[in-house]
Each structure stands twice: as C-alpha cells, then as structure tokens.
C-alpha cells in the first residue's frame, strides 16, 4: 500500500518519525508521498531525513494556499521558492497547491495568483499537481481549465457528487483519507462507490484527520489500510485488488 498524501516532514513526527516508520511497513504501508511546504525550509530540508530512514518515501513540493499571504504581488518569487524546493527534493509533483476560503488565511485574489502560478510551473516542468480545495470549487475549476491543466488528483476529496463528476469529466483523480471511513460520511461513501477504479488514490493526510478507530489522535500513514480497506469493501473487491488498482493510478501519475 501506499499512502499517497501525508506530512511527515512535519514537526508532529520529529520525534518518532522511524517509530511511525515501522508501524507503516508492519501495517503493509511500503511507501509515502510527502508533502513539504516549499517555503518551509526546515520542512524541505527534512526530506533528505525521510529518504535516509525511508528509501520508498516520495516526495511533493508547493506552496499551500494558506502561505501564499506572503507572495502578493509576486507570484514570481513563490514560483522560484517551488522550483528550488523541486530541484532540491526530486520532488514528483507540485502541490500541495489551490484555494481556502474556509480559512482565508490569504486574500482569494493572492490565493488564486500563487495557484495559477503553481499550475504553470508544473506544466513546464511536466509535473502533475495535488489540489487543496476547500469552499472554492467554483474558482478551483475555472482556473483549472483555464491553465489547461490536466494532471491532477484533488486530494483530500469531500465534495458532493457533482463535483466529483466535474473533476473526473476534466481526467482529475480523486484521492479518499479518513473521512470516507467515519460513520455519518454516507454521501461521500457514495461519492467513492461512483469514482472509477482507475481514478482513485487513498491517503492519511497525517497528522491530520484520522479515520476511525483512531479519531482524534495524530494520524500517521500506518492507518492508511482502512480507507484502502473501506474502497475496497465500496467497490466489492478483495483488499489486495484495489491495492494493486491504487498502486497502478499512482504509477500512472507519479510516475
Ligand atoms: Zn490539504
Ligand atoms: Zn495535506
């Protein structure tokens, strides 16, 4: 199994990273990709921690819609920022990248900027992107299509049907965490049961959002074999094949 978004780079882990390690490896979790917030520079510089104490780890690199507060007016500063963050990683993919207004940590308008920004950036690097989008799917697909982008996974997913649809008719994948697991996300078990099989990614966003039975406590990707658990059981397939269906989608993007 892979875990394919989490982030262990941060300092929740700086204690027991290589515990949280053989806790994934025990569980069947082989490998991670890792998100590191590119202007973070103790966060990238972790990941040359994570490659020496997990050789599978992967690596992705943006900057969240939560930092672009920063980068007003220069888009252009925040896209070095990520191209350096990349080179410095080997970093498979751009992201995480896109919009908050639950939060509004940064103006809508800085947000957007800094995203599009993002979007270019990875086209000319031919790198796909992972999309944080909360409240703001209107603005997240307009400047989806209009960057002509075409590899991306919306990570994280709890949006209702339609958007899963709008997403999926644009050839975006869908990437379920812990939620999917919880009793009362019935709508988004339905959201899963309709994702195509060759569409969909499984992820802890650790240390965020654990599923059930561990809800509350710091998530680590160990616990990622429930959602793999849950799609499984939504699709009717033995656990082994939708990890073998996740593990070819995450080839198929990451590379
Ligand atoms: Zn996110
Ligand atoms: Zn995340």
């Not at 490659?51 to 690596?59: G, L, S, V």
């Not at 888009?75 to 990683?89: D, Y």
């Not at 793999?228 to 070819?248: N, P, Q, S, W």
Request: charged residues 25%.
């Amino acid at each position: 199994m892979i875990d394919s978004h989490c982030h262990l780079a941060g300092e929740e882990f700086s204690g027991d990273l290589n515990d949280v390690i053989t806790r994934a490896d025990a569980a069947g979790v082989k490998s991670a990709l890792c998100i590191l917030e590119s202007e973070n520079g103790a966060e990238v510089s972790r990941a040359a921690v994570i490659r020496e104490a997990w050789p599978a780890a992967r690596f992705a690199t943006g900057v969240h819609p939560h930092h672009a507060g920063p980068f007003a007016g220069e888009p252009a500063r925040a896209v070095e920022i990520v191209r350096g963050a990349l080179e410095a990683t080997g970093a498979c993919a751009v992201g995480e990248i896109g919009l908050d207004y639950h939060y509004d940590f940064a103006p809508r308008d800085v947000q957007q900027a800094i995203f599009r920004a993002q979007i270019d950036l990875a086209a000319e690097r031919n790198l796909p992107i992972i999309i944080h989008t909360r409240e703001a799917a209107a603005d997240t697909f307009r400047i989806l299509r209009e960057s002509g982008c075409s590899r991306a996974v919306f990570h994280c997913f709890t949006g209702d049907l339609a958007m899963a649809r709008e997403a999926l008719d644009l050839g975006f994948s869908l990437s379920f965490a812990g939620i999917v697991t919880f009793p009362k996300a019935e709508a988004l078990r339905e959201v899963a049961r309709q994702t195509p099989l060759d569409r969909m990614l499984c992820e802890t966003d650790a240390p965020y959002l654990a599923p059930v039975p561990h809800r509350g406590k710091r998530n680590e990707p160990a616990y990622v074999t429930r959602v793999f658990e849950t799609l499984a059981e939504l699709h009717g397939l033995t656990r082994e094949a939708m990890v073998a269906r996740i593990r070819a989608n995450f080839t198929d993007l990451f590379g």
